[in-house]
């Protein structure tokens, strides 16, 4: 029983999600300051710095603290806006660039008598009527000349 439970905890995919939480975590502590340092006194040369706490409303005594969750939503636009526009949009243009790109399909190809480009599927060169068969199964150019 012991044996299944460590190979459980050492197989790769768990390893992988505990580091993924702990660099998870310390790189939620950098974007929480960027967003409280660097993001929300920005917003607030505009437009004053947003604080929904004070608003709540009161039923039979009970206190029901609306502008905490207001505040909640709005630092989670906010920072969903950051994570977005400054890691996910440029991460993205660089696995564009670092993929590998896929060759174009051939659409021409040389007619063995004259070496005009003629499209891939012909069977006769239009400029010198030469009969130039078509693609084999290795996708080079069958050439048979007209007699």
């Not at 929480?32 to 709540?56: E, H, N, Q, Y």
């Not at 069977?123 to 030469?130: D, K, L, Q, V």
């Amino acid at each position: 029983m012991l044996a299944g439970f460590k190979k459980f905890l050492l197989r790769g995919n768990v390893v992988d999600l505990a580091v993924a939480v702990v660099i998870g975590a310390a790189f939620k502590e950098i974007v929480d300051t960027m967003v409280k340092g660097l993001i929300t006194p920005l917003i607030g040369v505009f437009g004053g710095l947003p604080d929904f706490s004070a608003l709540s409303f009161t039923i039979n005594r009970s206190i029901f603290q609306v502008g905490m969750f207001v505040n909640a939503i709005v630092s989670f636009v906010i920072l969903a806006a950051v994570i977005y526009f400054l890691i996910v949009v440029p991460m993205n243009r660089l696995m564009e660039r670092l993929q590998a790109k896929e060759p174009e399909p051939q659409t021409t190809r040389e007619c063995p008598e004259c070496l005009s480009k003629i499209p891939v599927k012909a069977s006769r060169c239009a400029f010198c009527t030469a009969s130039v068969g078509t693609l084999a199964d290795t996708g080079l150019p069958a050439a048979v000349t007209a007699p």
